[in-house]
Every structure is written in C-alpha cells, then in structure tokens.
C-alpha cells in the first residue's frame, strides 16, 4: 500500500487538466487581495493563481514530498510549510484563506474538522474571506460494488506511457468514512501497487453546524465553479465564509 501524497510526479500527471477550480479562487484573490494562505496546498497546483496576482502567498499541507515540489516551483515567489491543517499557528493572519480540491474531507471526523476550522478563523484577519469547496456525498458512488474496479480519471500522461486511474472504495457508513484504493494502468496494463487514501462524508446541513462551532459565518453557498448557487441538483458545496 501507498500513500498517494508521497508521490507528487503521479499526483501531477493525473491533475494536470485540472483547472476548472482556478477562476473563482483568482476571482476572490483580486476581490480580497492578500496576505493568503492556501490550506492543503499540495505540488502548488493553485498556487499559481495566487501568485500570477501579484498577492502575498503561504500554502501549507501535511506531505513532505508534496511540499518539496511546490517549494521547487514557488519557493521563491511564495512561503511553504509542511503543517497539519488541524493544528497549525503560523502567527499571523491572512485576508484570504482557501482549502480547495476536496481536501476538507481529509478530516476523518467531525472532531478533527472543527479543529481545522478553529484554526482557520484564528488565521483570518476580521474582515477576510474563507472559502471551502468539496463535493456533496453521492450514494451511487458511495455504494458501488467494493470488488470492482472502476475508471477515477481520463487518459493521461505519465512517463511517456498512456495512463488511467482505476479504483474501487469501501464506504463505511457508520463512520462516513470512504477508503479509496486506487490502481495504475499502465497501456492497457493493469499495475499492482495499490495507492490509499480515505475521504470523510460531509452534507451540507453538517457543514453549517461545523462553521457555526467554529464561529465562522456563511456568506454564500455555491454549487459549481461558475458559481451558480447550491441547491438540490448541485454536485459540489463551495462556501464562502467571514468572521462575521
Ligand atoms: C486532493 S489533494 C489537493 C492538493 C492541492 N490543493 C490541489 O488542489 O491540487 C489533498 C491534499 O491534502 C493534503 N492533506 C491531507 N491531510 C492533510 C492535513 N491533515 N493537513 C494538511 N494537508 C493535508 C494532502 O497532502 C494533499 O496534498
């Protein structure tokens, strides 16, 4: 078993279409302007948005690898740290903070995501801005057939060779918690390694207590990246949230 996040090359060539994020995070940036802080900031994939702005840029996340390669690209343009988004004090605070990417559910229990959002309000300076994007638990993904496997990506490139992501995930609905195994194919080949991670269910109505615990209050509820608003229909919980 791998741990996904020590493998940044991967992690980079399965995301690098991935873009659809970027416009409402620089829509924000300009909006609010800086210092920000980017929470769960990986290889730098948002980093840039940031950045390009011309704004004051701190990411942090738990892997080391990860930050390694964000520091290669951004080091010199922006601040890097390898912290724990439950428990972290940087001793400053920022106008704008984000955690993107549905790296939220790595919070494996309501517990630990308050603590993540404790910290966040201690960050935010009185008149900023926060905003969170995951996506709303979906039962017909929850509850495939554990024992088969199923495409996560498109096609990609990865060491000149034709890739995709196959996976299968395990629910526990007792807990909320999906474990996630994902495979490698390789041309056509399906590859051993099995790649691990786990994500925590979050509805929204769960969502509003959380924010409420840790003192931070809604100011929008959008269900996509064009930011239309969040109802019955939408697949994704992004909030926008201030101190007050
Ligand atoms: C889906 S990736 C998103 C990375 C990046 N924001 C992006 O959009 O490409 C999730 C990230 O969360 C980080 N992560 C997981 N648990 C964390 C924790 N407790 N504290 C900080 N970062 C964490 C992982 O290391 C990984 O980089």
């Known amino acids: 078993m791998i741990d996904l996040y020590t493998?940044?090359?991967l992690?980079?060539?399965?995301?690098s279409n991935y873009m659809w994020d970027e416009k409402i995070i620089s829509k924000i940036g300009k909006r609010v302007g800086g210092p920000v802080l980017e929470i769960a900031s990986g290889t730098g994939r948002?980093?840039?948005?940031?950045?390009?702005?011309?704004?004051?840029?701190?990411?942090?996340d738990l892997s080391k690898e990860y930050t390694k390669t964000a520091k290669m690209r951004y080091g010199n343009q922006g601040a890097f740290f390898v912290q724990n988004m439950q428990k972290f004090d940087l001793g400053t605070q920022f106008k704008f903070i984000f955690i993107g990417f549905n790296?939220?559910?790595h919070n494996l229990s309501n517990e630990s995501a308050l603590d993540c959002l404790k910290c966040i309000y201690q960050h935010l300076s009185n008149n900023g801005t926060?905003?969170?994007?995951?996506y709303i638990p979906d039962p017909s993904f929850l509850?495939?057939?554990?024992?088969?496997?199923?495409?996560?990506?498109?096609y990609f490139n990865f060491k000149d060779s034709k890739c995709r992501i196959m996976e299968k995930n395990l629910f526990n609905p007792e807990t909320e918690i999906n474990n996630l195994k994902w495979f490698l194919e390789v041309d056509g080949v399906l590859q051993e390694e099995e790649y691990n991670f786990s994500q925590?269910?979050?509805?929204?109505?769960v969502m509003d207590l959380l924010f409420e615990k840790a003192g931070l209050v809604i100011k929008e509820k959008l269900g996509d990246y064009d930011s239309s608003p969040m109802d019955q229909e939408s697949n994704m919980q992004i909030y926008i949230c201030g101190k007050s």
């Not at 992690?11 to 995301?15: F, P, S």
């Not at 948002?46 to 942090?60: A, M």
């Not at 925590?200 to 109505?205: F, I, L, T, V, W």
């Open 7 to 9: 493998k940044p090359e």
């Open 11 to 15: 992690y980079d060539a399965i995301h």
């Open 46 to 60: 948002l980093s840039n948005v940031i950045i390009k702005l011309g704004l004051e840029y701190t990411g942090i």
């Open 103 to 105: 790296s939220f559910l």
């Open 130 to 134: 926060f905003l969170l994007s995951i």
């Open 143 to 154: 509850y495939r057939d554990p024992n088969n496997l199923y495409a996560a990506t498109d």
């Open 200 to 205: 925590k269910m979050y509805y929204p109505h």
